[in-house]
T-cell receptor
Framework: GNSVTQMEGPVTLSEEAFLTINCTYTATGYPSLFWYVQYPGEGLQLLLK?????DKGSNKGFEATYRKETTSFHLEKGSVQVSDSAVYFCALSSGGYNKLIFGAGTRLAVHP | DVKVTQSSRYLVKRTGEKVFLECVQDMDHENMFWYRQDPGLGLRLIYFSYDVKMKEKGDIPEGYSVSREKKERFSLILESASTNQTSMYLCASSSDRSNQPQHFGDGTRLSIL
């Protein structure tokens, strides 16, 4: 069946460091891929998405490229800020009705 | 902006009680979802609905039921709450156009004592 695997956290970085959070997926067909972010005490917010191979999603300095050959959708940011501290979820669309399958989430902590 | 509103941020109930969690969206979305979120497990789909009075089981429906009498409202019901249902519950909605994201509420942290 379809599944999403994310790198385990927590990821701890200093401010202005480069961020990569790995995400790989298993899916039949051509799913859309998403990154969501969850700030403390809040629900999930859509960060970015890509709907077909080689698409690059971007938002707020974050980027991720849909790589069908490696079944990956890694999240990157060139220079993180303390305000980026949150839990990040990778997800893929599955089974119609815009249902999603989520990875387990990766907690990011950024220190000044 | 899409607004998904969950009726309670925190809720404490006792074992055996019938518990109702309410969710309302204001974007006329066809699809609505209920998840539970537990550490290390990500989000797991409990039930979803693609139209009024229509529902389908997700991955972990046991111990739960749902109700969708109006398009904007989707209720999750714990028929007889148990301690293993202590969790964060998240509601989401999406349009039925393909490749659309889900929009989430702020969650209800439910404790069953």
């Amino acid at each position: 069946g379809n599944s999403v695997t994310q790198m385990e956290g927590p990821v701890t970085l200093s401010e202005e460091a480069f961020l990569t959070i790995n995400c790989t997926y298993t899916a039949t067909g051509y799913p859309s891929l998403f990154w969501y972010v969850q700030y403390p005490g809040e629900g999930l917010q859509l960060l970015l998405k890509a709907t077909k191979a080689d698409d690059k999603g971007s938002n707020k300095g974050f980027e991720a490229t849909y790589r069908k050959e490696t079944t990956s959708f890694h999240l990157e940011k060139g220079s993180v800020q303390v305000s980026d501290s949150a839990v990040y979820f990778c997800a893929l669309s599955s089974g119609g009705y815009n249902k999603l399958i989520f990875g387990a989430g990766t907690r990011l902590a950024v220190h000044p | 902006d899409v607004k998904v509103t969950q009726s309670s941020r925190y809720l404490v109930k006792r074992t055996g009680e019938k518990v109702f969690l309410e969710c309302v969206q204001d974007m006329d979305h066809e699809n609505m979802f209920w998840y539970r979120q537990d550490p290390g497990l990500g989000l797991r789909l409990i039930y979803f609905s693609y139209d009024v009075k229509m529902k389908e089981k997700g991955d972990i429906p046991e111990g739960y039921s749902v109700s969708r009498e109006k398009k904007e409202r989707f209720s999750l019901i714990l028929e007889s709450a148990s301690t293993n249902q202590t969790s964060m519950y998240l509601c989401a909605s999406s349009s039925d156009r393909s490749n659309q994201p889900q929009h989430f509420g702020d969650g209800t942290r439910l404790s069953i004592l």
